[in-house]
């Protein structure tokens, strides 16, 4: 399984940018997938995430409101839009495979990484 995450860049505070991961073939459309971020010297977080179907959405306190997350089954593509971006922002950004239909917030729970796109937001 490979995951191909796109769509970092460098945005200023309050602007938005949308990223996109793609799962290779082999992947089960039964998963749940996520995106966590990594910042500088800091531990790799829980951003968004969505249920097999789409149906169930998960969301980090810290994105809430501002941040959006989609699948396109078909295409076996996840999107994560980002509003409102904040300095704090500012990360390496993974779309990740969930072991279950229904993701959870731990990285433990996912098996399938993808390599990650920097995300920048200057103030």
């Known amino acids: 399984v490979q995951l191909q995450a796109s769509g970092g860049g460098l945005v200023q505070a309050g602007g938005s940018l949308r990223l996109s991961c793609r799962a290779s073939?082999?992947?089960?459309?039964?998963?749940?997938m996520g995106w966590f971020r990594q910042a500088p010297g800091k531990e790799r977080e829980f951003v968004a995430a969505?249920?097999?179907?789409?149906?169930?959405?998960y969301y980090a306190d810290n994105v809430q409101g501002r941040f959006t997350i989609s699948r396109e089954y078909a295409k076996a593509t996840v999107y994560l839009q980002m509003n409102s971006l904040k300095p704090e922002d500012t990360a390496v950004y993974y779309c990740?495979?969930?072991?279950?239909?229904?993701?959870?917030?731990?990285?433990?729970?996912?098996?399938?990484w993808g390599q990650g796109t920097l995300v920048t937001v200057s103030s």
């Open positions: 969505v249920s097999w179907n789409g149906g169930s959405k």
């Open positions: 073939r082999g992947t089960s459309s039964n998963n749940g």
């Open positions: 990740a495979v969930s072991r279950s239909s229904y993701p959870g917030r731990g990285t433990a729970t996912y098996a399938y």
